[in-house]
Structures are given as C-alpha cells and as structure tokens.
C-alpha cells in the first residue's frame, strides 16, 4: 500500500449497520442523555445522530405516512373553511340589504 491509499483509509467514514443507528436513537429518545453526550458516547456525531433520529426515530418512517394525511387534511379543511367563511359574507351583505329601511322620496 503507498501513502495516498493510506491517507484514503485513514479518512473513510466509519460504517455503522442499521441496528446501531437504531439501538442509538432508542437511547436518545429515551432521554436520559443529551445529543452531544451520547454522541460522546458512541464515537459518533451529534449531527448524525438527528439524521438517525429523523430516519429510524418515533417519528421517521411510519410519521411520514400520517403527515402526508394530515397535511392533506388540514388542505381539505382549509377549503371548506374558505367557503364557509364566503357564504357567511354574502349572508350578512343580505342581511344588511333586507334590513334596510326603503328610501321614501315621497315625504
């Protein structure tokens, strides 16, 4: 091996397997320790650990499917509101107009 093919090695990124990113984020979403004491820890950085989080965590896989469906929801919602919000305008320009004393020019 020459010095480049050193230097290459010595600067790889540690592989971890997906059951220490798992076991990593149970930890700390148990809560006992902070990000960057955990991070510490295991040799790993706190950055990798929220992207962990975000990938394997409560909220990761299976939270992304209910948002998608909550977003939508909330789209849907936002609509109906939009028109509701129209036909009670119109309601009370009618109301306005029908409460309105005639204009007797004859008096």
Known sequence: ????????????????????????????ESGERSAVQLSRELGVSDCSLGKWKRQYGRQGQGGREGL??????????????????RQRDILKKALAILGQEPNNSTR
């Not at 020459?2 to 090695?9: E, K, P």
């Not at 998608?68 to 919000?85: C, D, H, M, P, Y």
């Open 68 to 85: 998608g469906a909550a977003q939508s929801r909330i789209t849907e919602l936002e609509r109906e509101l939009a028109a509701v919000s």
């Open 1 to 28: 091996m020459n010095q480049d093919q050193q230097r290459n090695q010595s600067r790889r990124r540690p592989g971890y397997d997906e059951e220490f990113k798992r076991n990593a984020v149970d930890l700390l």
